[in-house]
């Protein structure tokens, strides 16, 4: 079988390429490119799991990006058919290019959602993390590596699991993705500093804003693996 192909499969009929513009809201020239490289690495018109996950091997040549490929390739496959025709493929880069924030917290939680269930296990954390970590090398190596990896899985899945059932929810991750990203707002305004960075002093005018020390450890250890998975994903497949 050639590479990037599914037998058996006519690709579907694309959408003319002002349409195609209009629905994703990427420029024709953005278009042309991204179909001039997807028709290279699939000629027949589709994109495989294996094909995804050569693609994004080359980009982590030192860490092993199989099983995020994976988890990425299954959030963009909806119909669950093992391949993405090019009109697939770039309506879901779209979404994670252009797509609202709610959109894209909505994105990931279908990331870290791999019982398809509505729900992210701890067990399923564990796998997308790890997998985030596989990405760039990183594992623990040690005994002491591993209990502090699956501490900070833990206290990641704690601060999820808002209504503390044992599973996280849709509504428990946006709501705790959400909150995230208004401390995140805050700490980045200039009209604001963090109070918790030890010694500093508000600059005159500067109004100091309170965050707890639960809240610091969490936004410095969920952001990248929670809140940069869009920004991951689309920065490699804009070829």
């Known amino acids: 079988m050639e590479r990037g192909c599914r037998g058996g499969r006519q690709p579907a009929r694309l959408s003319s390429l002002e349409e ?45 990006a199989t099983l995020y490929a994976s988890y990425v390739f299954r959030s963009f496959d909806e119909s669950r058919s093992g391949s993405l025709t090019f009109q697939e493929f770039v309506q879901s880069l779209s979404l994670l290019c252009h797509g609202t924030l709610h959109d894209k917290l909505e994105w990931t939680f279908c990331l870290y959602d791999l019982n398809d269930d509505g729900r992210i296990t701890r067990k399923a954390l564990k796998s997308v993390i790890q997998a985030v970590y ?6 623990p190596y040690t005994a ?6 699956l501490n900070h899985v833990d206290r990641i899945f704690k601060k999820m699991d808002v209504d503390k059932d044992g599973v996280i929810s849709k509504e428990d991750f946006m ?17 604001f500093i963090a109070s918790v960075v ?6 005159k005018g500067v109004v100091p804003i309170e965050i707890s020390a639960d809240d610091n450890l ?22």
């Open 20 to 64: 195609l513009c209009r629905i994703t809201k990427f420029t024709k020239k953005e278009l042309q490119c991204m179909y001039r490289g997807f028709k290279e690495e699939c000629p027949n018109g589709f994109i495989n799991e294996e094909t995804f996950k050569a693609i994004f091997s080359r980009f982590f040549p030192y860490g092993n």
């Open 134 to 139: 596989n990405l760039v090398g990183k594992k």
């Open 144 to 149: 002491a590596e591993e209990e502090a990896f």
């Open 175 to 191: 709501e705790a993705c959400l909150s995230m990203y208004k401390l995140f707002a805050k700490i980045k305004s200039k009209d």
């Open 198 to 203: 030890i010694g500093s002093v508000p600059p």
């Open 218 to 239: 969490f936004l410095q250890e969920a952001g990248n693996d929670l809140l940069d998975s869009w920004r991951v994903v689309a920065d490699i497949l804009c070829w």
